[in-house]
C-alpha cells in the first residue's frame, strides 16, 4: 500500500504546477484525500480535500481560486492543479488518503505520501 506523490519543482511567481497522488495497493476513490503543505519552522497545514462520496471538496483560504483538487479514479489518482503561485506556497506538499469524511487537520489519515517540494521564486 503506497501514496506517491509527484510534480513539483521550481517556478516562477505567477506560474502553474500540477502535483499528482497516485495510489498503489488500495483504490483510492474509496478514500477521502487531502492535500497538505508544510514550510520550513511551520507545522503542516491542509491546503484541500475532496471526499469519496460525493466529491465536495475544501480549499484553505489562502489557496481559494488558485488551486483545484480532482481525481481520476480510472488511474486512481488525485490531482492538485496550482496555479497563480505565489512565493509563500513554497513548501513541500504531501498527499493523504483518509478512510472517511476528509478533515482538514493531518490527524486521522491513514496513508501518507512522501511529499513533493514547491518552490516559487519571485
Known amino acids: 500500500v503506497q501514496l506517491q506523490a509527484s510534480g513539483g519543482g521550481l517556478v516562477q511567481a505567477g506560474g502553474s504546477l500540477r502535483l499528482s497522488c497516485a495510489a498503489s495497493?488500495?483504490?483510492?476513490?474509496?478514500?477521502?484525500i487531502g492535500w497538505f503543505r508544510q514550510a520550513p519552522g511551520k507545522e503542516r497545514e491542509g491546503v484541500s480535500c475532496?471526499?469519496?462520496?460525493?466529491?465536495?471538496?475544501y480549499y484553505a483560504d489562502s489557496v481559494k481560486g488558485r488551486f483545484t483538487i480532482s481525481r481520476d479514479n480510472a488511474k486512481n489518482t488525485v490531482y492538485l492543479q496550482m496555479n497563480s503561485l505565489k512565493p509563500e506556497d513554497t513548501a513541500v506538499y504531501y498527499c493523504?488518503?483518509?478512510?472517511?469524511?476528509?478533515?482538514?487537520?493531518?490527524?486521522?489519515?491513514?496513508?501518507w505520501g512522501q511529499g513533493t517540494l514547491v518552490t516559487v521564486s519571485s
Open positions: 495497493g488500495f483504490t483510492l476513490d474509496d478514500y477521502a
Open positions: 493523504a488518503a483518509k478512510a472517511s469524511y476528509y478533515s482538514v487537520s493531518p490527524s486521522g489519515y491513514n496513508y
Open positions: 475532496i471526499s469519496s462520496s460525493d466529491g465536495s471538496t
